[in-house]
């Protein structure tokens, strides 16, 4: 209860973060400890432990997720993607979209407290160092109010010291899914002049990071995040969000006192909550979701007694004592959205071989008339994506009798990530031509499997006119 006397009581009409004079009020969360707590830690270090992971985990001769932008490849799991490739993207954003609005109307702001790297880095690295060296809850606000002396300067450096070098490091991890471990090492071996743009992106990026760990923290989710603001509009009132069970708890009142609820009034579900609301006053927009009031509150429940689940996770119309319906009209049309976008992204990567092709036309005349021709070129660019050389040949499909096409005679072997551009010539005779028509130009691997292809118009002038 001493606590209680100096901590800010949160109001639902305004930010717990920010004092009446618009200053910063700093939340210092106190320790929890329960189901949910442990296992968000767990997932936590695994999720870390991913992070740091992939750009060394190495798939096809490349890092298992890799943005080349200087090649402008990238590398996913052994399937690698070139610009050409790009409109796979649509698929993939909608379909991360879909997903999130998916899971956010089926379970709320799960990603919040359980995924998000804003959580995860906050509540397990740096709020851990951070309780590390100033102590629990309590002792931290202390600290805050205190005078500076010895200690505190100390204690301060080294926190701030940490945190610099934890954002620093993070920084330079994210750096290698573009960059690739080697190429980020050599980079880290010479002078900033000699690659200042990644010296420069590094240095804001580290400043950033340590910026909101260290100070912006919950701010970041209450004013900035776009997805905490949507969440009024993907949830309903059978969505699966952390709720207090106003019938059970109110009205509150001491253990011993007659005719109350189950809520004792203590405190512990807003003294846990890392964005400092509570959550007795209903859903809030500042709720992460991350369960630590649950844990708070279950173990007050398991001190008296009294059955877990004061503070759950249900859905507003669970915690009213009414049946949750699963099946919405939301959930089949999200439902119906993502396994259309999956369905079309899937069909679309099975699609995706070593190698890419573009064609165009050559600029100019759309087609050319020569004595006994009629003439149409394009360009035409083979990409191999393999990490070694191959061999490869461009074969026409569609051409009519007596049409030759040249440039593109013969097999030829690119370099890994090499590209060919070569000029297509097709010829037609005029009195062959009967009008536009289109042919496919494939491109076929050293044992004639079809790899891409592209479509092409063979364009002239009107029948009547060519033969004249
Ligand atoms: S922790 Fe539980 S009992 Fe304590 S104030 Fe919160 S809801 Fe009430
Ligand atoms: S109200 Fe509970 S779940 Fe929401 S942020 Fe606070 S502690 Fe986490």
Not at 370 to 375: A, E, G, L, V
Request: proline residues 4%; contains cysteine; neutral net charge.
């Amino acid at each position: 209860m001493k606590q209680r006397a100096n901590i800010r009581q949160p109001r639902r009409e305004e930010l717990t973060s920010v004092n009446e004079d618009g200053s910063r009020y700093a939340i210092h969360p106190a320790d929890v400890d329960g189901r949910f707590t442990q296992a968000r830690r767990i997932s936590a270090i695994l999720l870390i432990a991913i992070y740091a992971a992939l750009p060394w985990i190495q798939i096809n001769g490349y890092p298992a997720v890799y943005l080349d932008t200087d090649a402008m490849r990238f590398h996913f799991f052994g399937i690698t993607f070139v610009s050409q490739d790009l409109w796979l993207a649509f698929f993939l954003i909608s379909g991360l979209g879909f997903g999130l609005f998916y899971v956010t109307a089926l379970f709320g702001r799960i990603w919040c407290g359980w995924a998000c790297p804003q959580t995860v880095f906050l509540e397990h690295v740096y709020r851990r160092i951070e309780r590390w060296i100033e102590g629990e809850a309590v002792a931290r606000r202390r600290l805050d109010n205190a005078d500076w002396n010895v200690s505190k300067i100390w204690k301060r450096l080294l926190k701030h010291g940490l945190f610099l070098l934890i954002s620093i490091s993070v920084a330079h991890l994210f750096m290698a899914y573009f960059l690739s471990l080697p190429q980020l090492w050599n980079i880290m071996r010479e002078s900033p002049l000699e690659n200042w743009g990644t010296f420069v992106f590094v240095s804001v990026f580290s400043g950033i990071l340590y910026f909101n760990f260290a100070w912006f923290r919950e701010q970041l989710c209450i004013v900035i995040c776009p997805y905490g603001r949507l969440q009024s509009v993907l949830i309903d009132d059978h969505s699966t969000v952390i709720g207090y069970d106003e019938k059970r708890g109110e009205p509150r009142g001491k253990p011993t006192q007659d005719g109350v609820g189950d809520c004792i009034d203590c405190h512990r579900c807003v003294q846990v909550c890392p964005t400092g609301i509570d959550i007795r006053q209903g859903l809030q927009m500042e709720c992460i979701g991350c369960a630590a009031c649950i844990d708070a509150c279950d173990t007050i429940m398991d001190k008296l007694d009294r059955p877990r689940g004061l503070v759950r996770y249900d859905s507003q119309e669970g915690l009213a004592g009414r049946a949750t319906r699963l099946i919405r009209p939301r959930i089949i049309l999200y439902s119906f959205l993502l396994v259309v976008g999956a369905s079309v992204l899937i069909f679309s990567l099975q699609g995706l071989t070593h190698a890419s092709l573009t064609a165009w036309r050559v600029e100019g005349s759309p087609y050319y008339l020569d004595q006994d021709h009629i003439r149409n070129q394009f360009i035409v660019r083979v990409t191999n994506k393999l990490n070694h050389s191959a061999d490869y040949g461009i074969a026409l499909d569609g051409l009519p009798v007596d049409a030759v096409a040249t440039g593109v005679d013969g097999a030829f072997t690119l370099p890994e990530n090499g590209e060919a551009v070569k000029t297509l010539v097709i010829r037609v005779p005029r009195n062959r031509f009967e009008g536009n028509f289109v042919m496919k130009a494939n491109v076929v691997d050293s044992e004639g499997g079809l790899l891409a292809y592209r479509e092409l118009e063979f364009i002239g002038p009107q029948p009547e006119t060519s033969n004249q």
